[in-house]
């Protein structure tokens, strides 16, 4: 089945920028997202790439894809301590029966230093 | 719309008794999605349901655990005989289909069981 490999835990300095790295195995995945879990709540939607897409900016985060490598990357611009959280990738690989799911990487816990 | 809800919030239950979570889907959403997030395995999808059908189970960890949905805005997962070992947060998500890109999965707060 499906496997989305995330890093544990990630530290950063206030201001620095956050690297967050997945890497996934099913190539059919047309829709890789970011999702975002604060401490005690759900997991929200940060935003998601298009498979044919290599990058997306949207204000603070950009999303790198490289589907040869089967590589995703987050990267949040001038880190807050309000961005402390656990974030999931997770990628669509679809079914044949047309409809879809999401699988989830095990999550990276970004801690920010003031 | 209140958005997902799922109750209770937490539950503290003795090994071997019958556990039952509920997940209310947002209005107008066809697909639910049960998920167990624990430290050691991170998030794992459990079960998921497109228009009330079971699609995919095979995540379902034993036949101790099972899930319906008796209508299109509902639905419950049980746990019958609970061990400790399902002791993690349950989250449920729910979402449109097929449409795309509006297909972000929504998730409720989770419900934290611990069973002792």
């Known amino acids: 089945g499906e496997d989305v490999e995330q890093s544990l835990f990630l530290s950063v300095r206030e201001g620095d920028s956050s690297v967050i790295n997945c890497t996934y195995t099913d190539s059919s995945s047309t829709y890789l997202y970011w999702y975002k879990q604060e401490p005690g709540a759900g997991l929200q939607l940060l935003t998601y790439i298009f498979s044919n897409m290599d990058m997306k900016q949207d204000q603070r985060l950009t999303v790198l894809l490289n589907k040869k490598d089967k590589h995703l990357s987050l990267r949040i611009a001038d880190t807050q301590t309000g961005d402390s959280a656990i974030y999931f990738c997770?990628?669509?690989?679809?079914?044949?029966?047309?409809?879809?799911?999401?699988?989830f990487g095990t999550g990276t816990r970004l801690k920010v230093l003031a | 719309d209140a958005g997902v809800i799922q109750s209770p919030r937490h539950e503290v239950t003795e090994m071997g008794q019958e556990v039952t979570l509920r997940c209310k889907l947002i209005?107008?959403?066809?697909?639910l999605f049960w998920y167990r997030q624990t430290m050691m395995r991170g998030l794992e999808l459990l079960i998921y349901f497109n228009n009330n059908v079971p699609i995919d189970d095979s995540g379902m960890p034993e036949d101790r655990f099972s899930a319906k949905m008796p209508n299109a805005s509902f639905s419950t997962l049980k746990i019958q005989p609970s061990e400790p070992r399902d002791s993690a947060v349950y989250f449920c998500?729910?979402?449109?289909?097929?449409?795309?890109?509006?297909?972000?999965?929504?998730f409720g707060q989770g419900t934290r069981l611990t069973v002792v």
């Open positions: 997770a990628v669509d690989p679809g079914t044949t029966s047309g409809t879809y799911k999401y699988i």
């Open positions: 998500a729910s979402s449109h289909t097929p449409a795309r890109p509006n297909t972000e999965a929504f």
């Open positions: 209005s107008g959403h066809n697909s």
